[in-house]
Protein backbone atom coordinates (compact mmCIF):
# COMPACT_ATOMS: atom_id res chain seq x y z
CA UNK A 1 0.00 0.00 0.00
CA UNK A 2 1.06 3.23 -0.67
CA UNK A 3 0.96 6.02 2.06
CA UNK A 4 -1.07 8.93 1.35
CA UNK A 5 2.11 10.97 2.78
CA UNK A 6 4.31 9.89 0.36
CA UNK A 7 2.35 10.33 -3.03
CA UNK A 8 -0.64 12.91 -1.89
CA UNK A 9 1.82 16.19 -2.69
CA UNK A 10 2.54 14.75 -6.34
CA UNK A 11 -0.54 13.10 -7.09
CA UNK A 12 -2.61 16.43 -6.82
CA UNK A 13 -0.04 18.28 -8.67
CA UNK A 14 -0.26 15.37 -11.46
CA UNK A 15 -3.93 15.80 -11.53
CA UNK A 16 -3.76 19.58 -11.61
CA UNK A 17 -1.53 19.97 -13.97
CA UNK A 18 -3.91 17.56 -16.71
CA UNK A 19 -6.70 19.34 -16.38
CA UNK A 20 -8.73 17.81 -13.93
CA UNK A 21 -11.22 20.03 -11.79
CA UNK A 22 -12.16 17.36 -9.36
CA UNK A 23 -10.60 14.34 -7.83
CA UNK A 24 -10.97 11.43 -5.43
CA UNK A 25 -10.17 8.01 -4.83
CA UNK A 26 -12.16 4.85 -3.23
CA UNK A 27 -11.86 1.17 -3.21
CA UNK A 28 -12.80 -1.38 -6.34
CA UNK A 29 -15.57 -2.30 -4.74
CA UNK A 30 -20.01 -1.26 -5.09
CA UNK A 31 -21.68 -1.33 -1.68
CA UNK A 32 -24.41 -4.00 -1.98
CA UNK A 33 -27.27 -1.56 -1.39
CA UNK A 34 -25.68 0.25 -4.90
CA UNK A 35 -25.53 -3.41 -6.20
CA UNK A 36 -29.22 -4.03 -5.60
CA UNK A 37 -30.51 -0.58 -6.73
CA UNK A 38 -28.84 -1.11 -9.44
CA UNK A 39 -30.17 -5.45 -10.26
CA UNK A 40 -33.60 -4.05 -8.87
CA UNK A 41 -33.51 -0.93 -11.86
CA UNK A 42 -32.73 -3.46 -14.40
CA UNK A 43 -35.58 -6.27 -13.48
CA UNK A 44 -37.93 -3.44 -13.52
CA UNK A 45 -36.80 -2.36 -16.95
CA UNK A 46 -36.11 1.12 -16.01
CA UNK A 47 -32.99 1.32 -18.22
CA UNK A 48 -36.06 1.83 -21.21
CA UNK A 49 -34.18 0.97 -24.52
CA UNK A 50 -30.64 1.06 -23.46
CA UNK A 51 -30.47 -2.65 -24.23
CA UNK A 52 -26.95 -3.06 -23.74
CA UNK A 53 -27.47 -1.62 -20.14
CA UNK A 54 -27.88 -5.49 -18.43
CA UNK A 55 -25.73 -6.94 -20.88
CA UNK A 56 -22.32 -7.61 -18.75
CA UNK A 57 -23.49 -7.02 -15.41
CA UNK A 58 -20.81 -9.24 -13.95
CA UNK A 59 -18.66 -6.95 -14.67
CA UNK A 60 -20.59 -3.79 -13.97
CA UNK A 61 -21.00 -5.63 -10.13
CA UNK A 62 -17.69 -7.22 -9.54
CA UNK A 63 -14.39 -5.53 -11.18
CA UNK A 64 -12.42 -8.56 -10.99
CA UNK A 65 -14.18 -9.43 -13.90
CA UNK A 66 -12.25 -6.65 -16.03
CA UNK A 67 -9.59 -8.96 -16.26
CA UNK A 68 -7.16 -8.07 -13.14
CA UNK A 69 -8.32 -7.54 -9.82
CA UNK A 70 -8.05 -3.97 -8.91
CA UNK A 71 -7.81 -2.34 -5.46
CA UNK A 72 -8.74 1.13 -6.06
CA UNK A 73 -10.16 3.42 -8.04
CA UNK A 74 -9.20 7.47 -9.18
CA UNK A 75 -11.95 8.93 -10.23
CA UNK A 76 -11.73 12.32 -12.37
CA UNK A 77 -13.97 15.30 -13.26
CA UNK A 78 -14.18 18.07 -15.46
CA UNK A 79 -16.36 21.13 -15.51
CA UNK A 80 -18.43 21.55 -18.60
CA UNK A 81 -20.22 24.58 -18.28
CA UNK A 82 -19.24 26.11 -21.79
CA UNK A 83 -20.10 29.63 -21.98
CA UNK A 84 -21.07 29.33 -25.80
CA UNK A 85 -24.18 27.46 -24.09
CA UNK A 86 -26.43 30.74 -23.73
CA UNK A 87 -25.52 31.88 -27.43
CA UNK A 88 -25.89 28.79 -28.75
CA UNK A 89 -29.52 27.68 -26.77
CA UNK A 90 -30.38 31.11 -27.06
CA UNK A 91 -34.32 30.98 -29.23
CA UNK A 92 -34.63 26.96 -29.65
CA UNK A 93 -37.87 25.59 -28.75
CA UNK A 94 -36.05 22.55 -27.23
CA UNK A 95 -33.41 21.92 -24.42
CA UNK A 96 -30.24 19.74 -24.35
CA UNK A 97 -27.01 19.11 -21.85
CA UNK A 98 -24.33 21.20 -22.34
CA UNK A 99 -21.89 18.86 -22.63
CA UNK A 100 -23.45 18.95 -26.03
CA UNK A 101 -21.48 21.78 -27.34
CA UNK A 102 -18.41 21.64 -28.63
CA UNK A 103 -16.04 18.75 -28.90
CA UNK A 104 -17.11 15.13 -28.08
CA UNK A 105 -16.87 15.05 -24.06
CA UNK A 106 -14.90 11.12 -24.43
CA UNK A 107 -12.15 12.54 -26.32
CA UNK A 108 -11.07 15.79 -24.37
CA UNK A 109 -11.56 13.47 -21.02
CA UNK A 110 -9.37 10.76 -22.64
CA UNK A 111 -6.73 13.47 -23.84
CA UNK A 112 -6.77 15.49 -20.72
CA UNK A 113 -6.34 11.48 -18.72
CA UNK A 114 -4.10 10.29 -21.17
CA UNK A 115 -0.93 11.89 -19.40
CA UNK A 116 -2.04 10.82 -16.05
CA UNK A 117 -2.22 7.27 -17.40
CA UNK A 118 1.47 7.41 -19.02
CA UNK A 119 3.27 9.44 -15.24
CA UNK A 120 1.16 6.48 -13.10
CA UNK A 121 2.58 3.74 -15.70
CA UNK A 122 5.96 5.31 -15.61
CA UNK A 123 5.76 5.31 -11.89
CA UNK A 124 4.75 2.02 -11.02
CA UNK A 125 5.66 -0.40 -13.63
CA UNK A 126 4.18 -3.23 -11.67
CA UNK A 127 0.51 -2.25 -11.40
CA UNK A 128 -1.95 -2.41 -14.10
CA UNK A 129 -4.16 1.02 -15.07
CA UNK A 130 -7.67 1.13 -17.05
CA UNK A 131 -9.31 3.91 -18.05
CA UNK A 132 -13.16 4.10 -19.02
CA UNK A 133 -14.82 6.56 -19.97
CA UNK A 134 -18.29 5.35 -20.89
CA UNK A 135 -16.45 2.34 -22.11
CA UNK A 136 -16.25 -0.12 -19.38
CA UNK A 137 -19.58 -1.49 -17.99
CA UNK A 138 -19.22 0.34 -14.47
CA UNK A 139 -21.23 2.20 -12.46
CA UNK A 140 -19.28 5.41 -12.53
CA UNK A 141 -21.75 7.72 -11.03
CA UNK A 142 -21.75 5.35 -7.09
CA UNK A 143 -17.76 5.49 -7.85
CA UNK A 144 -17.80 9.00 -7.65
CA UNK A 145 -20.14 9.38 -5.50
CA UNK A 146 -17.84 6.76 -3.01
CA UNK A 147 -14.94 8.85 -4.44
CA UNK A 148 -16.43 11.95 -2.48
CA UNK A 149 -16.90 14.10 -5.84
CA UNK A 150 -20.60 14.33 -4.74
CA UNK A 151 -24.21 12.89 -3.86
CA UNK A 152 -26.60 11.33 -5.59
CA UNK A 153 -29.69 13.67 -6.00
CA UNK A 154 -33.55 12.59 -6.76
CA UNK A 155 -32.91 12.78 -10.39
CA UNK A 156 -29.61 10.08 -10.07
CA UNK A 157 -27.47 12.64 -11.04
CA UNK A 158 -24.25 13.20 -9.39
CA UNK A 159 -24.54 16.52 -7.15
CA UNK A 160 -21.04 18.57 -6.55
CA UNK A 161 -22.04 20.94 -3.56
CA UNK A 162 -20.08 23.83 -5.41
CA UNK A 163 -20.27 23.09 -9.14
CA UNK A 164 -24.07 21.21 -8.87
CA UNK A 165 -24.41 18.42 -11.78
CA UNK A 166 -22.15 20.49 -14.35
CA UNK A 167 -19.56 17.82 -14.27
CA UNK A 168 -18.20 14.51 -16.03
CA UNK A 169 -16.37 12.21 -14.61
CA UNK A 170 -13.97 8.90 -15.49
CA UNK A 171 -12.06 6.46 -14.05
CA UNK A 172 -9.50 4.39 -13.65
CA UNK A 173 -9.17 0.89 -11.90
CA UNK A 174 -5.75 0.04 -10.50
CA UNK A 175 -3.76 -2.84 -8.61
CA UNK A 176 -2.57 -0.91 -6.01
CA UNK A 177 -4.06 0.59 -2.89
CA UNK A 178 -3.28 4.10 -3.88
CA UNK A 179 -3.81 6.01 -1.06
CA UNK A 180 -4.84 4.83 2.08
CA UNK A 181 -7.68 5.20 3.83
CA UNK A 182 -8.00 7.43 6.73
CA UNK A 183 -10.63 4.97 8.58
CA UNK A 184 -12.73 2.45 7.23
CA UNK A 185 -15.75 4.47 6.47
CA UNK A 186 -13.82 8.10 5.56
CA UNK A 187 -12.36 7.66 2.29
CA UNK A 188 -9.52 10.38 1.49
CA UNK A 189 -10.74 12.76 -0.74
CA UNK A 190 -8.74 15.71 -2.71
CA UNK A 191 -10.01 18.37 -4.86
CA UNK A 192 -8.91 20.68 -6.93
CA UNK A 193 -9.30 24.37 -6.05
CA UNK A 194 -10.54 26.53 -9.16
CA UNK A 195 -9.51 29.90 -9.76
Not at 86 to 105: L, P, T, W
Not at 151 to 164: E, Q, R, S, V
Not at 168 to 174: E, K
Request: net charge positive; aromatic share 12%; with cysteine.
Amino acid sequence: MIESKEIISEFKTLIESSGFDLYGICDAKIPQEDKENILTWVREGKHGKMDWYPKNMDLRLNFKNLGFDPLSVIVLGAIYNDPEYGEVSKGMSFRFSRYAIGEDYHRVLRRLAKSVIQELKKKYPNHRFRQGVDSLPVPEKVLARLAGLGWKAKNTNLIHPDFGSFFLSLSFSLTCRFIRLKSKSKIVVVRAQLA
